[in-house]
């Protein structure tokens, strides 16, 4: 919802997105509480033609966000050929590019973003 001094004329969605660990599927976590709300609010079910490219990076040990979450979104968005991207990291918790794989984490954002011509 937009506030109302917001400038309208600026598009609110993103030319590109860059996820760590993200949330992806609301109903696992909401959907006994919220029911088809938790549906609506989640973003795998918002997947559409001509979404802004996207880079995910997960840790397979993810107890928080299961990583099969952006493995499913990778899916559904190639399916309406969208570009999608996602560099699973073995073995890596949530949060892992805070720990010990944040230059490599750095280095696959830096390579995202030079592939859209973005900065060289």
């Known amino acids: 919802m937009n506030d109302l001094q917001d400038d309208l004329s600026i598009s609110t969605i993103?030319?590109?997105?860059?996820?760590?660990?993200p949330v992806l599927d609301t109903w696992l976590y909401a959907g006994s509480r919220l029911g088809d709300l938790a549906n609506r609010l989640s973003p795998?079910?918002?997947?559409?033609?001509d979404m802004p490219p996207s880079l995910i990076m997960h840790g397979t040990s993810d107890a928080t966000v299961p990583h099969t979450q952006a493995v499913d979104f990778q899916k559904a968005m190639e399916e309406q050929e969208n570009?999608?991207?996602i560099k699973l990291y073995e073995g890596?918790?949530?949060?892992?590019f805070n720990q010990t794989?944040?230059?490599?984490?750095i280095e696959e954002t830096t390579l995202f973003l030079r592939s859209l011509n973005w900065i060289e």
Request: negative net charge; hydrophobic residues 35%.
């Open 44 to 49: 795998l079910q918002h997947i559409q033609p």
């Open 14 to 21: 993103p030319n590109a997105l860059i996820l760590f660990n």
């Open 101 to 105: 794989k944040y230059d490599e984490t």
């Open 92 to 96: 890596m918790p949530h949060g892992f």
């Open 83 to 85: 570009r999608c991207e």
